[in-house]
């Protein structure tokens, strides 16, 4: 499998990447990120080209994929919306997972999209947050319907 190119894509699409690898590069802690559309497809990740398995280590993203890491983001998204229905919580801005090994973070981005962020256990949870919101801030009102259909696409065809 190969990564997705950037060249081809619309403007906004490239403007995405880039802001996807910069948060990964910029933000300490953080080891990969992933944005995840309603219906649970990852629309971008900040590690496209390691979708075969590998081995895991401490300072390594979850075991297997980067699409791992979307189908973890999908169901603690789902999972999180479910219990706010319950609780009459409304909606879920953000959510975060510590674990004795790393931490798991997703913030919702528009339209049920989601953006989630693979750290380590003594990364600063609001640092992290901060930047999460700055990239929801500048991708939420360009991740329009035909933006996501063009990620899903690029993403399908490096497969």
Known sequence: MT???TFGLSTEARNLHWLLSNLV?????VHSVTVVSSDGLMLLSSDPGHHGPK???PSDG???SS?????IVSGIGSLTVGAAKLMDGGGVKQTMVAMDEGSVFVMSISDGSLLGVHATPDCDMSIVAYHMALFVGRA???LTPELRS??????ESAL
Do not use: F, Q
């Not at 699409?67 to 189908?71: G, P, R, V, Y």
């Open 3 to 5: 990564a997705p190119s």
């Open 25 to 29: 590069e910029e933000v300490p802690g």
């Open 55 to 57: 081995p895991a280590g």
């Open 62 to 64: 979850p075991k297997g």
């Open 67 to 71: 699409a791992d890491l979307a189908t």
């Open 140 to 142: 939420g009102h360009v």
């Open 150 to 155: 063009e990620l899903r696409t690029s993403m």
